[in-house]
């Protein structure tokens, strides 16, 4: 940090998270200005305090950070945080896909792999390409997702290529985890499997049409644990494929080719109407 020699510092963090061990770093490596949202009191580690109500979404949250410590948007642009996609590589793939992405840093948030296997499945026959993507340490999990009707893109793309790829999306198929809000960046609609250990309204895909599956209410509500203290992962597991073949439908996402008769067995097993379609509450 001394060597970056940096003249100011705005430290991001989420809501349950200090910023103070780092603004000390910062401190102690000279940086004269810092700025940070800290319910502790900072002391002289911050020269801008910056106070967010609970609840407000991540994004939200991040942006009036930036805006106190004197970093605002220009006028009329998109609040919603939307990336440049004239900088991105060239795809990788024709477009007319959706994209699953199983894997979590974090096995709560993640989609349980016999799920994320048989909505490959179940979407495969109703006529989409699906597309399964993951990091190079998550090659054996889209490996066995896609053998059931997927392409394999594990371990094949950088955060840019990964980018790219969402980019070219009908929609993507995901738990709470990075890829869900690079799609909102995106402007790509999602279909959230939300575990609910965190609040939705704060952490689910920010402004983009979206439509959440899994149990909201489940035993884990609000605990943010990071491994799933009931077991079978019931709030997604019990997640029926058919309920994301419906959500796609809902969200406006067509199959890329026609139904195999596989999806009537599909939709029959998509049960009553979705309870949240939509955008993401903000």
Not at 83 to 108: I, N, Q
């Amino acid at each position: 940090l001394a060597e970056i020699a940096a003249d100011e510092a705005v430290v991001f963090t989420s809501y349950h998270q200090s910023p103070l061990p780092l603004a000390l770093l910062l401190r102690l490596a000279g940086v004269p200005r810092i700025s940070a949202i800290s319910d502790d009191y900072p002391g002289s580690l911050l020269d801008v305090r910056h106070r967010v109500p609970v609840g407000v979404p991540e994004p939200e949250r991040a942006l009036s950070l930036a805006a106190a410590a004197g970093f605002t948007l220009p006028a009329g642009d998109e609040p919603g945080l939307r990336l440049r996609v004239d900088a991105l590589p060239p795809a990788p793939v024709e477009p007319g896909y959706v994209v699953l992405h199983p894997g979590s840093s974090v096995s709560t948030r993640a989609c349980p792999p016999e799920l994320a296997t048989r909505i490959v499945r179940v979407l495969s026959a109703a006529g989409y390409r699906v597309l399964v993507t993951g990091g190079d340490g998550e090659r054996d999990l889209t490996a066995r997702v896609a053998a059931a009707g997927g392409v394999d893109l594990g371990g094949r793309t950088g955060l840019a290529e990964l980018a790219t790829v969402i980019a070219g999306a009908g929609a993507l198929v995901v738990g709470n985890t990075g890829p869900a809000h690079l799609a909102a960046a995106l402007g790509v609609p999602v279909v959230s499997l939300f575990a609910p250990t965190v609040p939705y309204g704060q952490w689910g895909p920010y402004r983009v049409p979206a439509v959440r599956l899994g149990d909201a209410a489940a035993p884990c509500r609000d605990t943010r644990a990071t491994r799933c203290p009931v077991p079978g992962h019931p709030c997604l597991s019990a997640v029926e494929p058919g309920r994301v073949l419906e959500a796609l439908r809902l969200l406006g996402v067509p199959p890329d080719a026609s139904p195999r008769p596989e999806a009537v067995v599909a939709a029959r097993s998509a049960g009553p109407p979705l309870p949240v379609t939509g955008r993401s509450p903000r």
